[in-house]
């Protein structure tokens, strides 16, 4: 949706996109805003789910999502799920992104993949930048890969032999998030003060979001979207375009 409207962080500046970052959605609830919709209107229904759904139309979904979006009484939206691939990233991020407790997680593991040929290794902008910096960055990984692979080659274990990677190391994970926490989430890592890596995956898997549920996603990502920055005196001073309001 940012994407959509023009709107980038610092994690996509001029720069050319990472060609190494792949982010897919796997899957999603069926009609998430007609899920949500039912799951909040039984609160107050004398009849049960399944008649509510047969009686739930577009218009009358769009009335509950208005209710519960304006009131901030979000328990229904945990009732849509979302699970995405994410490949070409690195551990740094990762390390990030398992923070958000609410979700579950499975990671390709360093202790059962043992790597033969040398990896991908994410580079921040701030060293691609730089020959003479990337080319230390280069060697630094290159030398953490070679005592790797001399580890390996000398018979100790690859859950071991793994301590000497690096932080930049690529890695690829499935991420399973409802949409209530991918709303959190969103307000938290599309923020232009999140790190670059992150806000980068934040905005790509808002843009994938977004057609599934426009009404519940119309103004996610960062809070300066819906109000006020809520960083204070750590604002970036450069706040996102203000999302439409709901009507």
């Known amino acids: 949706m940012l994407a959509s409207l023009g709107i980038r962080g610092p994690c996509q500046s001029d720069r050319e996109v990472r060609d190494s970052v792949d982010v897919r959605l796997l899957q999603h609830t069926p009609d ?16 049960g789910a399944a008649e509510l759904m047969e009686a739930m139309d577009d218009e009358k979904a769009e009335r509950v999502l208005r209710t519960i979006m304006t009131s901030g009484h979000f328990s229904a939206l945990e009732h849509a799920s979302y699970t995405f691939a994410i490949d070409g990233v690195s551990r740094a991020l990762t390390h990030q992104l398992v923070r958000h407790r609410v979700a579950s997680y499975n990671q390709q593991s360093q202790r059962y993949v043992a790597f033969v040929d040398e ?13 003479a910096v ?15 692979r001399c580890l390996m080659e000398s018979g100790i ?13 690529e890695t690829k994970i499935v991420v399973t998030m409802n949409m209530r926490e991918l709303l ?6 599309c923020c232009k003060r999140a790190q670059w890596e992150i806000c980068d995956l934040a905005l790509r898997m808002l843009d994938l979001v977004e057609p599934t549920a426009p009404y519940v ?4 990502g960062a809070s300066c979207r819906r109000g006020p920055c809520r960083e ?12 439409p309001k709901r009507e």
């Open 217 to 220: 996603f119309m103004d996610s």
């Open 184 to 189: 959190h989430f969103f307000e938290l890592r």
């Open 134 to 148: 990337r080319e230390a960055f280069d060697a630094a990984n290159a030398a953490s890969f070679g005592a790797y």
């Open 119 to 131: 990896p991908c290794f994410i580079v921040p902008p701030s060293i691609e930048a730089d020959p």
């Open 232 to 243: 204070g005196k750590m604002t970036c001073g450069g706040p996102y375009p203000r999302a």
């Open 32 to 47: 998430p805003q007609l899920a949500v919709a039912v799951a909040a209107r039984l609160c107050y229904a004398p009849v």
């Open 157 to 169: 274990p690859a859950e071991d032999a793994r301590y000497v990677l690096p932080n930049a190391m």
